[in-house]
């Protein structure tokens, strides 16, 4: 499977630095939970679109969040950044990555997704349409 940043929409200067000079963009792989990438992955291979923030780490260690809109075309995976800055669904998101990185580090991987899976059962969404919940619910 093919990768590809097929379209980045600068916002302000942050994400439009980070991402036009590649060696200082971190994907924030320690700041966000792992098992969310392993997700993505899930709903690409059912062809589903998905939006994620990520808490991305620029240069000079500023960290930021951005909207990342994933979706598979023919066999190639694309990705939509955006900056993001609604507070509301960062705090929403940030209080469910904090839970899932504490759980990952201290217990296990597999108690994190079964964590993640409760927690959307409660919900009544999917991974894949966490996001546009939060949105709604802002």
């Keep these: 499977m093919k990768y590809q940043n097929s379209v980045i ?7 439009k630095e980070t991402y036009n000079s590649p060696e200082n963009l971190n994907l924030g792989y320690d700041k966000n939970p792992k098992l969310i990438f392993n997700r993505i992955l899930k ?3 059912r062809k589903d679109r998905m939006d994620v923030l990520l ?3 620029g ?5 930021f969040w951005t909207k ?3 979706y598979k075309d023919q066999n190639t995976i694309n990705v939509i950044v ?3 800055n609604n507070q509301s669904v960062i ?5 469910l990555y904090s839970n899932l990185i504490k759980i990952e580090n201290n ?11 409760g927690y959307l059962e409660t919900e009544h969404i999917t991974l894949c349409k966490i996001i546009s919940h939060f949105l709604q619910s802002a």
Excluded: G, Q
């Excluded at 240069?59 to 960290?63: D, L, M, R």
């Excluded at 705090?91 to 209080?95: A, E, L, Q, R, T």
């Design 9 to 15: 929409i600068p916002i302000n200067n942050k994400v």
């Design 68 to 70: 990342n809109t994933f």
């Design 91 to 95: 705090k929403k998101v940030n209080k």
């Design 43 to 45: 709903c690409l291979e």
């Design 55 to 57: 808490k991305i780490t």
């Design 107 to 117: 217990i296990s991987s597999a108690y994190a997704n079964k964590y993640l899976d």
């Design 82 to 84: 955006e900056d993001y």
């Design 59 to 63: 240069k000079n260690n500023e960290t």
